[in-house]
């Protein structure tokens, strides 16, 4: 039986995350033996998602087959998520972003053991820390805006309810969402999504005035603690979250090559 490495079970689950965003908001996909693709389709002009999920032997192939479907769905803007890192698309008019780290830990459980919710403790510097799961349309609405500013996710400022996170997601088995509260107050959140194999954690964020706290490293043990700790955990890792992760038991499985095109691409002169 071929068992997929942990890369692909990562890139498996970023896929399953997006085809779900897509079924909450009822965007169009395409799923290739090499890739999946989303419409994302907030505005005319919204990102279009894509990300490669198996090594390719030939590059330009794949970038033909790309620049197909970008055509079909008349792309503006896209970002494309890379693991193999032998993709150019300076032809497409993209820009590479810096390599990030595809992170996952495996399974077992989390310093502390398992965690009744909600989960309290004391901050670090002091007052009270819960973190709780988002099970109502209220708490979901709480979650995306921290998610929406603490990320921050800028094309979705100013927050608006349901545009980042729709309220069908919390009909969705396969993904839960967690909020952080310092004394009382929303001050960060993450969304796991477990397609079987895998939980992927996604879109953690700290509130500015609650960073330096220990908010991130509660809401995401937390999340492990409660999400399927008996499969392993992925995610992509920024420069400012990667010794986090690091610290909760996530290590390297190699750097993943982004790439985005933020305006629509120039039109040849006649």
């Given amino acids: 039986m071929n ?4 890369l692909e079970q990562a890139n498996d689950n970023a896929a399953a995350f997006w085809l779900g965003q897509a079924r909450a908001h009822g965007w169009q996909t395409r799923t290739h033996e090499l890739f999946t693709a989303v419409r994302c389709a907030r505005t005319p002009d919204d990102p279009h998602r894509i990300l490669i999920t198996r090594p390719y032997a030939e590059p330009g192939s794949l970038e033909a087959e ?4 970008m055509a079909a769905w008349s792309t503006l803007r896209f970002t494309l998520e890379d693991p193999y890192g032998g993709l150019d698309l300076t032809g497409f008019g993209a820009t590479r972003l810096p390599l990030m780290p595809v992170m996952v830990r495996e399974p077992g459980p989390v310093a502390g053991g398992p965690r009744t919710l909600p989960y309290v403790c004391e901050a670090q ?3 009270s820390l819960t973190v709780d ?7 979901l609405a709480e979650a995306e805006r921290t998610i929406v500013d ?8 100013p927050w608006t309810r349901g545009a980042a996170v729709p309220e069908r ?7 839960r969402i967690w909020l952080g509260r310092l004394d009382g107050t929303a001050a960060g959140a993450c969304l796991t999504y477990d397609d079987g194999r895998a939980t992927g954690v996604y879109w953690v964020a700290t509130l500015p005035f609650a960073r330096g706290r220990g908010v991130a490293r509660a809401v995401v043990e937390t999340a492990l603690a409660a999400a399927h700790p008996g499969r392993p ?10 010794p986090l992760y690091r610290r909760l038991g996530f290590d390297d499985r190699g750097p993943t090559c982004w790439w985005t095109r933020t305006a ?5 002169k006649a």
């Fill in 169 to 175: 997601m919390l009909y969705d088995p396969s993904c």
């Fill in 150 to 157: 603490g990320f921050p996710q800028r094309a979705r400022q």
């Fill in 233 to 242: 955990a992925t995610l992509v890792a920024t420069a400012a979250g990667e």
């Fill in 66 to 69: 790309l620049a197909e479907l």
């Fill in 133 to 139: 799961e988002a099970t109502d349309g209220g708490l």
């Fill in 3 to 6: 068992v997929p490495r942990r």
């Fill in 125 to 127: 510097g002091g007052g």
């Fill in 264 to 268: 629509p691409p120039a039109r040849a």
